[in-house]
């Protein structure tokens, strides 16, 4: 007792009065103190005070979130200095605050309040950091349909919706693509059917210059954006590390066709009523975009992160010549993303990169049902139907699977590979059908396309994989091609013999070259709630996006008022001129023309002269391997004039090379055919009386849709309904 005397410090003297006081309920009281002191709401109102363990969950949050926003900005709460100039900057009624006098805080990193002038010393250092939780300052106007944002060092900022991004000063990166002050604006789309893309400030190089002379040069850069009270506004904010950049609202032709069908506006914008809605929300919503949750964005692995910088390096060194990289794995492992994502930082060093697609069912640049190359110019800042291009080479497969059809699956990937020039690096998409035949056709694919790099994914959610090595590749037999020991075994000891594919005899004369490859393992976890079901709804969903993508190139460049499908003038195409062809399913003759009337047809060229025929139509016997120009809808034929009337956007000088009509399982979109503005009466083409078991039909519809149509009595898939005369 004695030494605990000693050692503690002497108490000071009290009274009778303070001894019979009950000591105080130190946590609570403090906590109650400091969220009571952070929310002027509390201090300024006169419900009766609650205890902080009687607010809800939510309360309690939103005191958290606003003493971090105290303490980021510089201020002290528990002197109550963030409160009172918050009480002095808000507009409201006068209530009398009590005035505290503010303690200095003992980081001694400045406040925003507190932020350098231009007036400040020359040789401060520039490469001062910003605190990492400093909140993303409000949005300033720049005019009608412009915003102004100023990023600071690694601050990122996801959002939804469509808009232009232009960086004013520094860098920034989206989806992997650096932009820099000086380049084109870039059209972004961050949808609601894929994860939410961020802006985020990036570290740029900093000249040796002083803040103040950079400072000048930001000035002079924004003087053509920006009136005074804006520049000044930055400069007080500004920092050498941080990024300016200006949000646009973006005026879309694709945008707008899509959400001018009554149930797709939400691809681009949701209402929530729990959204907080305040200055900045409106100041966003003029400009087209939300904000949203970082957790809503891109969570990349460590594993994703490795494998795009050493395949980025592998291209730009070039030291074994442009490498080719094979991407594959299940179902929604993130396939997709990471092209996007490899496509951007390529182009961020290079000037082009070929694309070779073979996933028949979600294709990146085309409608579905298509296998094409592809030279990439620009970066892919959006889903697949926000930017639909025109490939180099390309051949319409005509279904969204190649079940029960691999040997022309095949045969159609090795024509279109046959134009890859080997000048720029090339990506090679793949299928998500990576079990059982799936698996050996891969395998197949492999060996003919010899690819130095091949990329696997997989997650804790999808099914085993096998490592696809070069070694279980060798040792592998696939669908059409044989492992190394028993093409040893066969017997041939002449090179030009011992070509492992068994597609004929001229086809041993080109043996194809086993080079070993690279495996590289990425490890992915989206979260996603998706059964078969939902999935296959889901990937309609989104081909049905891909074919509106590109329909919406018949309309008009924005702003011009977008114009019904019904109303656009279509082609003229006489019998004698093309060839017809159903791939996907045998039709007799008398019934080819209803299988054509209101499809989705593609448009080809083949070799032989189908002129010559003065009786039409011209059908074909078999499915040829013919090059691809461009979609269109067979929207009416005319029997009496022997006319096909075809809509399309390929221009005509390319129509005049089209001689063949290929007709597939991909049907037209629902919404084209029942929701069209501006139409009155009896909808086209839509009815009940249907049967989709007649050969050329596109295919049963799903319970859900059945339900549907059986509710409403209509069903678009009716080529029956008009008659071709």
């Not at 010559?612 to 013919?626: F, R």
């Amino acid at each position: 007792m004695k030494s605990r005397e000693i050692l503690a410090p002497p108490a000071p003297a009290t009274s009778m009065a303070d001894t019979l006081q009950l000591p105080k309920r130190g946590p609570f009281r403090s906590t109650w103190a400091r969220s009571r002191k952070a929310r002027p709401q509390l201090t300024l109102s006169r419900r009766p005070r609650r205890r902080l363990r009687l607010l809800r969950w939510c309360g309690r949050r939103r005191q958290r979130r606003r003493l971090l926003e105290a303490q980021a900005a510089g201020a002290d709460w528990r002197e109550g200095s963030w409160l009172a100039s918050r009480s002095a900057a808000a507009p409201g009624p006068k209530t009398a605050v009590p005035s505290r006098v503010p303690r200095p805080l003992p980081s001694p990193t400045p406040s925003r309040a507190s932020s350098p002038t231009e007036d400040e010393d020359e040789d401060e250092d520039p490469a001062r950091k910003l605190p990492a939780s400093l909140p993303i300052p409000p949005l300033r106007p720049a005019g009608p349909g412009r915003r102004l944002l100023l990023l600071p060092r690694e601050q990122v900022f996801t959002f939804s919706g469509a808009c232009r991004v232009t960086c004013l000063y520094g860098q920034v990166q989206v989806l992997g693509f650096t932009i820099s002050q000086g380049q084109p604006s870039q059209d972004v789309f961050s949808t609601y059917t894929h994860s939410r893309l961020a802006l985020s400030a990036v570290h740029h190089s900093m000249p040796e210059k002083s803040k103040k002379e950079m400072k000048r040069e930001a000035r002079t850069l924004l003087r053509a954006h920006l009136n005074r009270d804006d520049r000044c506004w930055l400069m007080k904010n500004f920092s050498p590390l941080c990024s300016i950049v200006m949000l646009e609202n973006l005026k879309h032709t694709t945008v707008n066709f899509i959400n001018s069908h009554p149930g797709l506006s939400y691809v681009f914008e949701q209402e929530r009523t729990t959204f907080q809605i305040n200055a900045e929300y409106f100041a966003l919503r003029s400009v087209g975009i939300k904000k949203e949750k970082k957790k809503n964005g891109l969570q990349l692995s460590e594993s994703f992160l490795s494998a795009l910088e050493e395949l980025v390096s592998v291209a730009c060194e070039e030291v074994d010549g442009c490498p080719i990289i094979l991407v594959c794995g299940f179902q929604d492992v993130g396939k997709s993303t990471f092209n996007r994502y490899l496509i951007n930082q390529l182009l961020n060093s290079i000037s082009c990169v070929d694309y070779l697609e073979c996933d028949l069912g979600q294709t990146e640049f085309t409608p579905p049902g298509c296998i094409s190359l592809l030279n990439i110019t620009e970066p892919v800042l959006g889903p697949p139907f926000t930017h639909q291009r025109t490939p180099q080479k390309m051949v319409y497969f005509g279904k969204s699977t190649c079940k029960n059809n691999y040997e022309n699956y095949i045969e159609i990937i090795k024509y279109v590979f046959s134009s890859y020039k080997r000048e720029s690096p090339l990506i090679i998409n793949t299928m998500g059908w990576v079990t059982d035949q799936g698996l050996l056709l891969l395998v197949d694919l492999i060996r003919l396309l010899s690819p130095s790099h091949v990329v696997q994914f997989s997650s804790s959610r999808s099914k085993f994989m096998p490592q696809l090595t070069p070694t279980y590749v060798d040792d592998m037999d696939g669908l059409y091609t044989k492992s190394k020991a028993k093409v040893r075994d066969r017997g041939f000891y002449l090179p030009e013999f011992a070509d492992s594919l068994e597609f004929g005899d001229e086809e041993k004369e080109s043996p194809v070259a086993f080079s070993g490859h690279k495996l590289m393992c990425v490890q992915l976890d989206f979260f996603f709630r998706k059964t078969p079901r939902s999935r296959e709804l889901h990937n309609k969903v989104l081909r049905d996006l891909a074919l509106l993508g590109y329909l919406g190139q018949l309309q008009a460049p924005a702003p011009r008022p977008l114009r019904p499908l019904h109303s656009l003038t279509p082609y003229q195409v006489p019998f004698h001129a093309v060839a017809l062809r159903v791939i996907h399913s045998d039709v007799t003759p008398t019934h080819i023309l209803y299988a054509v009337n209101a499809s989705w047809v593609g448009l080809c060229k083949i070799l032989d002269d189908v002129g010559g025929y003065t009786e039409g139509p011209v059908l074909l016997t078999q499915t040829p391997i013919c090059d691809c120009l461009g979609f269109g809808i067979c929207r009416g034929i005319d029997m009496e004039k022997r006319l096909y009337h075809i809509l399309t956007p390929v221009p005509p000088e390319e129509l005049r090379n089209v001689n063949c009509l290929l007709v597939g399982a991909i049907s037209i979109p629902h919404c084209v055919l029942k929701s069209q503005h501006g139409f009155e009466g009896t909808i086209p083409y839509v009815t009940t009386d249907y049967n989709v078991k007649l050969p050329g039909a596109t295919g049963k519809i799903g319970a859900r849709e059945a339900e549907e149509a059986y509710r409403k009595r209509q069903h678009p898939k009716a080529r029956f309904y008009r008659k071709a005369h």
